[in-house]
T-cell receptor, first 111, second 112 residues
Framework: QQKVQQSPESLIVPEGGMASLNCTSS?????YFWWYRQHSGKSPKMLMSIFSNGEKEEGRFTVHLNKASLHTSLHIRDSQPSDSALYLC???????????FGTGTSLLVDP | EAAVTQSPRNKVAVTGGKVTLSCNQT?????MYWYRQDTGHGLRLIHY???????EKGDIPDGYKASRPSQENFSLILELATPSQTSVYFC???????????FGAGTRLSVL
């Protein structure tokens, strides 16, 4: 049973549209969340992190975190074809502790 | 940016053979990890290490061993490779404070 669940499994959005990705941990001990992006044939790279309840925005990317429900979401506005990638959510109990990844959401931005 | 180098990049092994995947990082990170990636499973943690001389079991350690002889190097060993271990393997290093992981380019392993 995957402890970090992501939805949807795949997503297609038009260029310029909004993409919304979800992630929930079933492990009540986790306290920190990250989003990684992996382009096809490449290695994952950290996109954003969020450790406190609320919202964090960086350019076109916004992450939300609700610690009570252990749910985080990533929103990409004005989606670009270059955003097409696998988005992986990761969670950890503590800083410096091992990261557990979800199965990912495959995003395709249709030009 | 942090540099993590994996070798080999591609490997074909025979069932029952021994396979060693190597990882080197030059950023003095304490933590190092081995993940495998398969379609539909995301990244699954095999072994990890918090420093030289230490190794810890991850979520799917069966059939794998790990070795961390120095701060820079972390190896993954398949003593008796099986076809089910065909996968893409990623090594990563991370700073204890930030916990951002930096991944190597990956090793594509095929066990025939």
């Amino acid at each position: 049973q995957q402890k970090v669940q992501q939805s949807p499994e795949s997503l297609i959005v038009p260029e310029g549209g909004m993409a919304s990705l979800n992630c929930t941990s079933s492990d009540r001990n986790v306290d920190y969340f990250w989003w990684y992006r992996q382009h096809s044939g490449k290695s994952p790279k950290m996109l954003m992190s969020i450790f406190s309840n609320g919202e964090k925005e960086e350019g076109r990317f916004t992450v939300h975190l609700n610690k009570a429900s252990l749910h985080t979401s990533l929103h990409i506005r004005d989606s670009q074809p270059s955003d097409s990638a696998l988005y992986l959510c990761a969670a950890s109990m503590d800083m410096g502790y091992k990261l557990t990844f979800g199965t990912g959401t495959s995003l395709l931005v249709d030009p | 940016e942090a540099a993590v180098t994996q070798s080999p990049r591609n490997k074909v092994a025979v069932t029952g053979g021994k396979v060693t995947l190597s990882c080197n990082q030059t950023n003095n990170h304490n933590n190092m990890y081995w993940y495998r990636q398969d379609t539909g499973h995301g990244l699954r943690l095999i072994h990890y290490s918090y420093g030289a001389g230490s190794t810890e079991k991850g979520d799917i350690p069966d059939g794998y061993k790990a070795s961390r002889p120095s701060q820079e190097n972390f190896s993954l060993i398949l003593e008796l490779a099986t076809p089910s271990q065909t996968s893409v393997y990623f090594c990563a290093s991370g700073d204890k404070g930030q916990n951002t992981l930096y991944f190597g380019a990956g090793t594509r392993l095929s066990v025939l």
